[in-house]
């Protein structure tokens, strides 16, 4: 999952914050924003968990 990727499964999944997004995964900010940056690569099972996160808001939508 590249940067932005990422980025727009935040946007979303209405995550405005790195913290929040943190939260729901269970991760540190910090991570999230090395991530954002590009500096560290996303690991392959959190890429498929927003993945996940991002199917099941998408069916949960009324």
Do not use: Y
Request: hydrophobic share 45%; proline share 6%.
């Amino acid at each position: 999952m590249q940067p932005t990727e990422l980025r727009a499964a935040m946007d979303l999944l209405g995550h405005s914050t790195q913290g929040s997004l943190a939260r729901e995964i269970g991760v540190d900010r910090s991570t999230v924003s090395l991530w954002l940056e590009g500096r560290v690569g996303v690991p392959r099972p959190i890429a498929k968990l927003v993945r996940i996160l991002l199917m099941h808001d998408v069916h949960a939508a009324p």
